[in-house]
């Protein structure tokens, strides 16, 4: 309720104070789920298909329990080893770093390894933890997975980018929403994280990115990684058309 404009515009005050209430109930529901969560509180109790789990004895444990429930639902899932944006809403470093990302992807006329980010700064570990380990970039390229790769992470990766792929070939013929894709990738089988899902997105209109349409209530928009972070805020009021 807050996002809409109208709102924003003739009663700025009540939009701050739902955000402010919003804001309290994140930290009580932040607070309420790091205490359900404690292995080391003696009044919780773990159960997993109607049985108790008497040996979680710390956060590791429950997290390898809760990791194993969790694939059975998303077994096509995207593995990043980097908690700063397997996350659903990101810091603001790593919504400059998203931003940059992006525009390198879809802006440039050629990619550099890694984009050309100095390595272990912010933007070089988030193009290499979700890029780099996945097999999307691969030196300055973005590249197509084969559907037959042997390993499981990288097949968990070739349906992910197909089914991106797929969407944006559909946008040749009609245009598209982004809301259908962004939900479908944070769905089963996928359950992708918002921190890094336009960014595996920009990525994928790498290769149609001098045909890309994008447009707001059917106005087209200026490309960029910042129009990304308002089509990662509310996908269902922007579409894809590729013209070529």
């Known amino acids: 309720l807050s996002q809409e404009r109208g709102i924003k515009d003739e009663d700025p005050r009540t939009v701050s104070e739902l955000e402010e209430y919003k804001n309290e109930i994140d930290l009580y529901l932040n607070n309420y789920l ?15 298909d109607g049985v108790i789990l008497d040996d979680i004895a710390s956060v ?52 550099k390894p890694y984009l050309g980010y100095k390595e272990l700064s912010t933007n070089y570990t988030f193009v290499r933890s979700s890029l780099g380990l996945n097999g999307i970039l691969v030196e300055n390229e973005i590249c197509i997975l084969d559907k037959n790769i042997d390993t499981k992470r990288l097949a968990n990766v070739y349906h992910i980018m ?37 960014v595996l997105i920009a990525a994928a209109l790498r290769n149609y990115k001098d045909y890309i349409f994008i447009k707001l209530k059917g106005k087209d928009q200026e490309i960029s ?14 579409s894809l058309i590729i013209d070529n």
């Open 162 to 198: 197909n089914e991106i792929d797929n969407f944006i070939k559909r946008s040749k013929n009609e245009e598209v929403d982004f809301y259908e894709i962004i939900d479908t990738l944070k769905s089963e089988p996928y359950g992708l994280r918002d921190g890094y899902i336009t």
């Open 225 to 238: 990684g910042e129009l990304f972070e308002y089509i990662n805020k509310n996908p269902k009021y922007y």
């Open 34 to 48: 790091l205490e359900w969560s404690d292995p080391g509180n003696s009044e919780n109790i773990f159960i997993r």
């Open 60 to 111: 590791g444990s429950l997290s390898k329990i809760m990791s194993e429930e969790l694939f059975k639902y998303f077994n096509k899932t995207m593995i990043v080893n980097n908690e700063l944006i397997n996350k659903r809403k990101l810091s603001g470093p790593m919504i400059k770093a998203r931003k940059e990302i992006i525009d390198e992807l879809l802006l440039s006329d050629r990619l």
